[in-house]
């Protein structure tokens, strides 16, 4: 499907990333869920990458949160820069490098559930009209959310698929 227009598309694309993610993790033997990915990746594993999707939404609640409330949020995060974004990614990847798979899942799924519900809040137009929120600089609302949400997901499943293929 191509990138969401509509808040519909949006949804629909989040929710089916997502459950497409969630799926092939599900059905995955317990020691491939626990395989070290090949040398070269940051995230050394499924947990790995899990953690990485809940720890983006986390920030995107905290850029909502700060944003809506008419400040401009740090973004990507406080002391970092979009330049600097490798360097907050091994910073996640520290972060969540001794928490068990299962935490990691759940609290992907409770983030993601409230991402969600601040999406069915908000009009088509608040979403995808540029510029309507200051703190959005030069996009829209519905940007933010599809690079934290259906893109974000389609790449931690194309990732998860190239390191298994390269394990076997």
């Known amino acids: 499907m191509p990138r969401p227009k509509t808040k519909k598309e949006l949804v629909e694309l989040g929710e089916a990333n997502y459950r497409s993610l969630l799926n092939f993790v599900r059905e995955l033997p317990r020691e491939e869920l626990e395989n070290e990915f090949p040398p070269g990746y940051l995230n050394r594993n499924i947990r790995d990458v899990l953690a990485h999707l ?14 809506m409330s008419g ?7 406080k002391g970092y820069t979009w330049k600097t974004v490798p360097e907050l990614n091994r910073k996640i990847q520290d972060t969540y ?23 069915a809040q908000h009009t088509e137009e608040e979403l995808f009209k540029k510029k309507h929120y200051p703190w959005t600089g030069s996009t ?23 390191c298994k293929r390269q394990l076997a």
């Open 97 to 119: 490098s001794n928490v068990d798979l299962k935490v990691v899942k759940d609290s992907l799924e409770e983030s993601f559930e409230n991402l969600q519900e601040i999406i």
């Open 71 to 77: 400040f401009k949020p740090d973004m990507p995060s």
């Open 54 to 67: 809940h720890h983006w939404h986390l920030m995107m609640l905290e850029w909502y949160k700060v944003g």
């Open 140 to 162: 829209s609302l519905g940007a933010y959310f599809i690079s934290a949400t259906s893109s974000h997901y389609d790449w931690a499943l194309k990732l998860i698929k190239k």
